[in-house]
């Protein structure tokens, strides 16, 4: 039977065992175990950047230049554009009463090849000292809008102008001053953009009083193909 000496010499004995045992995990302080988790950091591995992607460089959008030819490209089967010395150009006048008369020009391809043409004519008319006579001109639908046609060799073109001849009719008032002659120029293309910087063709105008222009004002429709 133990007394309680002898239990007092065991528990003593084991404490002494104790404080000798090596510390464990669950034993170290918080602090402790922070400190050796951070004494010895891992090291970073750097991922090597990937290579740099390559942008393509957009590229300008690209138009197409007014071709020099009514259709298609060089080298296609278009026809030239009509110069002033490819055609013969006339009047035609209309028939009919009243203050109102409506005249054609006409043009003919003589040049031997097709030619093609395109929007309105430029016109002047000019007086028997050679004077400008101020005319607006109202360009008209034919009846769509102005589009290019081409002319075969011998055949014509026309357009269609209309005006007033009379300020009264009955009795009929003519205006004045009367024109005498008509300068035509061909509309403007790539080839040529300024034909009113070159010369004129000139031809009469109508010396009856047809030939009046009242109002100043003369409508004109763009080339066509004399049917």
């Known amino acids: 039977m133990r007394t309680p000496k002898m239990a007092l010499v065991l528990v003593a004995a084991f404490a002494t065992v104790g404080c000798g045992s090596p510390e464990t995990e669950a034993d170290r302080p918080v602090w402790a175990a922070a400190q050796a988790t951070t004494a010895a950091p891992t090291p970073r591995t750097t991922a090597a950047a990937p290579p740099p992607t390559k942008t ?57 090849r097709r030619c093609a043409l395109t929007g309105y004519l430029a016109l002047t008319w000019r007086d028997a000292a050679g004077a400008v006579i101020p005319v607006s001109i109202n360009r008209r639908p034919d009846p769509q809008t102005a589009h290019t046609i081409a002319i075969d060799p011998g055949k014509r073109g026309i357009v269609g102008l209309n005006w007033k001849r009379y300020r009264s009719n009955p009795p009929p008032v003519a205006c004045k001053p009367v024109a005498t002659t008509l300068e035509i120029r061909l509309p403007a293309t790539v080839e040529n953009p300024h034909p009113e910087r070159k010369p004129a063709k000139r031809i009469s105008w109508f010396t009856s009083d047809d030939g009046n222009m009242c109002a100043d004002t003369v409508d004109m429709l763009p080339v066509d193909v004399m049917r």
């Open 56 to 112: 393509a460089t957009p590229r300008k959008p690209t138009t197409s230049p007014t071709p020099k030819r009514p259709a298609g490209t060089k080298g296609s089967s278009a026809p030239p554009w009509c110069q002033l010395a490819d055609l013969r150009f006339s009047l035609s006048l209309g028939t009919g009463g009243g203050t109102g008369i409506a005249g054609s020009v006409l043009m003919t391809n003589t040049s031997g």
